[in-house]
């Protein structure tokens, strides 16, 4: 089989899935069967297939007819302009995620400052910042040993492994030192609204990361009452949130002590980042 006949294979079926990228995903997921690159294949759609490679294809296909993630299937998506190792242990980076740390990278820039990054999941926050502020360093805190090791694999192979640490604890349990700023993207989904997110979020990435208990503010709570005890005086922490929740997540900063320095909306207008600093 010729690759244009098969990315229109894989692209018929998952149209029929209901999967709207079908065309892009139908490629990439080529090129991960062929391991080359997508440009490669589109400049020689007439390239032959091997068997093996068919086989592999037609699997992804598969599951991604069943919503599994594209990230996933191939290992990696693009966050900051650098490709991350993601995998089911770790939420997928989103787009709005690159708004908090431009706006940071802006207001630390030519600074030498430590970070802390609490769920770091991937590691896409803080490794994206200490690529861009060359002086600072970073520690990074999650739970799940597996999101760890692959934050590691990534700092690893953005050669940035000698200026951050990792740590596999609740930040709870953190007291060694005091930050400049620290960052988060919590969970924010309130739990009965989880069944209302689309298959490929609900059914695929990892249910700790997305869920934010009753009222969708248990983390982002902890998180704050936290940073008291291990941020500077007129230190920043930096908070993603769930839209809706800029009201409510601003009474519990300005009730502990912090004061608004700014808010960041996404492409919709929603309110989706908070900075505030420790007074």
Known sequence: ????????????????KNVHTYILDSELLLSKSLNKSREEILINLKQNVNKRALTEFKKYIIRR?????????????????????????????RPETE???????????????SILDIGTGTGCIILSLLSELKNSTGIAVDISSKAIKTAKKNA???????RIKFLNKPFE?????????????PPYIKRLDIKNLSDDIKNFEPRMALDGGNDGLDLIKKVIYKSKEILKINGTLALEIGNEQINKVSKILIDNKFRIK??????????RCVFAEYR
């Open 262 to 271: 700014c808010v960041i909306k996404e492409y919709r207008n929603n309110v």
């Open 156 to 162: 690893s192979k953005f050669k940035l492994s000698d």
């Open 99 to 113: 708004l908090l740390v431009d706006k940071l990278v802006t207001f630390f820039k030519k600074k030498r400052i």
């Open 65 to 93: 007819s069943n919503r599994e993630p594209i990230a996933y299937l191939l290992g990696e998506k693009e966050f900051w302009s650098k490709k991350f190792f993601v995998n089911k242990d770790t939420l997928i980076p």
């Open 173 to 185: 349990n953190f007291y060694s030192k005091k930050f400049d700023l620290i960052v988060s993207n």
């Open 1 to 16: 089989m010729k690759a244009l006949e098969a990315i229109k294979l894989g692209s018929k079926l998952l149209k029929e």
